[in-house]
Structures are given as structure tokens and as C-alpha cells.
């Protein structure tokens, strides 16, 4: 391989939201632990984008910056080679991340009280997103086929047919449960909410993390119909690892549309910054090799915690997923409780994966922790092997 994948990248004494030992001894009171939460990357940034961002701090003057010709036609130019999409540059409004931008898009094209649906077990802050704007989380659950989540399109159709039911907050691909939707998928989706008037905002942050012979395919992509009626939201953040950059992507076709989601940010004054400006531009011009070095990387160690599951703790139900670094294991068959499945995770095993049941209100994440495994093999071995030596002792 022509990237490093395998060096471990010490966060610890930085202020990292991941690793920084004073945020972990705040949010579970241990430190020590093996992070393996937040969904960010443990790899070197590609050099590239590293090159890049060197480069623009060499000019010793960091003022506003603008989304300029070059930062558009990047994220322009990588739709088309990557997903086959031809967008144009007008079509994309700046946010300074995908969550920002959800928040917006909730404000902007529902109104207070009106129920906003989303497809559980789900993104932990879509609940928020949702609620802290006056709107109603509506919960479509997906149906879990033995690790295989499909959507429940009989109970979609009848919330969305709810009059006070105005937009669809689509996670695609899925998070936490590694799905990339089918054409046929968003298609009917896609058909649902227009025929009941229903705005569909798109979080398409993931796209790029998707693993062959599965397809990301952009919902506006799909049809003239489907991109008059919704928002998409992307970012190189995930793919890269540049959240800390913040900078993201919402690529709104219909001029109606874009003109309301102006109206609720601009007065905001998002300009993307520097830093952020040059990493998005060099990522998407100069980042395809790292890319796909990455996604090979990624697709085995998916592969590697299935085998070391099935050696040391078959009780443990895994799919490897389509999308996403992310593993949803599902530990119901041990019959622990929530509280003591976390406690083992955390005061056992001292790894900090996400707990299932703040990804739903349904009940549908209970039992299940989302593991990221977007880092060195040696880490996560260790990370699973010290899980594996928890459930040995009970």
C-alpha cells in the first residue's frame, strides 16, 4: 500500500472529543479506555489534504474565506466521479457541518409542531435535531431480519399520510446499521413522501464509505421529481476525517427550495474557514487513491471482527455491513440489562463503544453497542479482545 494505515495515531493529549482523557473521565469516569465511539477515523490524514492545509497556514494570515470557484467544483466534480451525479455549483450552500445543516433544513422546510419521521435504530441526535426545533420525532423502525434492517414501508406510508407529517430525515447510507438503501429502496421511499407532500432532507454523510458489490446512490440522483423535493447533505468530513475542520456540503436543487434554506442560514454568516477551504478542496481533487486504499482497509477489518466473533464470542450476532466503519453487535443472547452491558464495556473491558439504546426511543437499540473500527488492526484486536476476556468472566 502507498498509505499508512497501520500507525497508530496517539490523540490522547490533545483536546480530542474521542480520546483527551478529561473528556472520557467526564463522560464515564474512567480513563484508560479504548475509544471507540465517536465516528471519527484513527489513521493518518491523507497527506494530500495534510499538504494542503500546510501550505494555506504558511501564508501566516487566516481571515475570512469564501466558498470559492475551486472548493465548489471540487465537490461538484467529485458527485460526478464518484456517484455518476452531474450537480451544479449553484446548487451547493456551505454549512459548517452535516448536523448544522440537518437542524436548518428541519427549520426551514417544516414548521413548529409538524412530525418529522426517521427510520430507527437511528444517528443518536436526530431525536435532538428534531425535538429542539418544536417538531416531533415520528419513528419509523426498520425491520431487523437477523442483522439484515429493512424498511417498514407499510408503517412509512401511514405516517407519512399523518397531515401534520412534513418531512422524512433519511440516513443513507444507514447509521448504525450499515445499510446503502437499493435503488428500489429510495425509490419507494422516495415515492411515499412525495404523494403525501413530505420533504425528503437526505444525510448522506456516509456515502463515500461504501463497500463493493453495494452502491451509494444520491436520492436526488434518482429523478427531476425526487430533487425537486428534498436536500442533500454531505461532507468530506467522514470520508477523510476532517471534522474538526468543519466543513460540509448541502446540495439543493430546486431554487425554491435553496432560496428558504438562505433565509434561515445566511443570517448566520457561514463562511466555510481556511483551513477547512483548502482540506475539502485538495480532498476531493487529490484524495480518490487514498480513498480507495482506505476502503479496503475498512472492509477488512469489518471482515476481521466477524471471524474473531465467531472464535471468541459467537454469542454475539454481526453483519458485516454494506456502508459505514461501523459495527452494530447485537449482545441480546448474553440477557444482560443495558446498564450492565455498559457497565462491562466500560469498567471490564475499558473500551467505550456507543450504547445501542440512545440510537432509539423504540427500544430497537437495546442490547446492541455500535463499535468503530475505522482504526489500526492492532487496535482494534485489542479492543476486542479486551471485550472478549469481559464476557469470559461472567
Not at 455498559?342 to 450504547?355: G, R, T, Y
Request: aromatic share 12%; charged share 25%.
Amino acid at each position: 500500500m502507498k498509505y499508512d494505515f497501520e500507525t497508530a495515531v496517539d490523540r490522547r493529549k490533545t483536546n480530542s472529543a474521542k480520546w483527551s482523557d478529561e473528556h472520557l473521565l467526564d463522560q464515564y469516569g474512567e480513563t484508560g479506555l479504548i475509544s471507540s465511539n465517536i465516528a471519527d477515523m484513527d489513521f493518518r490524514v491523507a497527506p494530500e489534504i495534510v499538504d494542503a492545509v500546510r501550505e494555506r497556514a504558511d501564508f501566516e494570515n487566516y481571515g475570512y474565506c469564501f466558498p470559492d470557484k475551486a472548493f465548489l467544483e471540487a465537490c461538484a466534480g467529485w458527485q460526478k466521479r464518484r456517484n455518476g451525479w452531474d450537480i451544479s455549483t449553484d446548487w451547493i450552500v456551505y454549512m459548517p457541518g452535516v448536523n448544522a445543516g440537518i437542524i436548518a433544513a428541519v427549520r426551514a422546510f417544516t414548521s413548529p409542531g409538524d412530525r418529522v419521521i426517521m427510520q430507527t435504530p437511528v444517528y443518536s441526535p436526530y431525536h435532538t435535531h428534531i425535538s429542539s426545533c418544536g417538531r416531533v420525532p415520528a419513528l419509523n423502525s426498520l425491520i431487523n431480519n437477523d442483522g439484515w434492517y429493512e424498511i417498514d414501508f407499510a408503517d412509512l406510508e401511514e405516517k407519512a399520510k399523518d397531515p401534520k407529517t412534513t418531512a422524512l430525515l433519511l440516513c443513507s447510507p444507514h447509521n448504525p446499521v450499515g445499510r446503502a438503501w437499493k435503488g428500489e429502496e429510495l425509490e419507494k421511499i422516495g415515492r411515499i413522501c412525495i404523494d403525501n407532500g413530505l420533504t425528503v432532507i437526505s444525510d448522506e454523510i456516509h456515502s463515500d464509505l461504501v463497500y463493493a458489490p453495494a452502491k451509494h446512490i444520491p436520492f436526488a440522483a434518482i429523478s427531476d421529481e425526487f430533487a425537486r423535493h428534498s436536500i442533500i447533505c454531505t461532507a468530506p468530513t467522514k470520508t477523510f476525517n476532517l471534522a474538526g475542520l468543519f466543513v460540509s456540503d448541502m446540495i439543493i436543487p430546486d431554487d425554491d427550495m435553496r432560496k428558504r434554506y438562505r433565509e434561515i442560514t445566511d443570517p448566520y454568516y457561514f463562511w466555510p474557514g481556511c483551513f477547512g477551504s483548502a482540506a475539502q478542496t485538495a480532498a476531493y481533487s487529490e484524495g480518490e487513491a487514498w480513498l480507495e486504499e482506505l476502503l479496503a482497509v475498512l472492509k477488512s477489518n469489518a471482515e476481521y471482527i466477524a471471524d474473531f466473533l465467531s472464535r471468541r464470542l459467537p454469542g454475539v450476532r454481526y453483519r458485516i455491513p454494506e456502508a459505514t466503519y461501523l459495527a452494530w453487535l447485537d449482545f441480546r443472547d448474553y440477557g444482560l440489562s443495558n446498564a450492565e452491558l455498559h457497565d462491562l464495556m466500560i469498567h471490564k473491558a475499558k473500551v467505550a463503544p456507543d450504547d445501542g439504546p440512545t440510537f432509539s426511543a423504540a427500544g430497537d437499540g437495546d442490547g446492541f453497542q455500535r463499535l468503530n473500527f475505522a482504526c489500526p488492526r492492532s487496535l482494534l484486536d485489542e479492543a476486542l479482545t479486551r471485550i472478549a476476556g469481559a464476557f469470559e468472566t461472567l
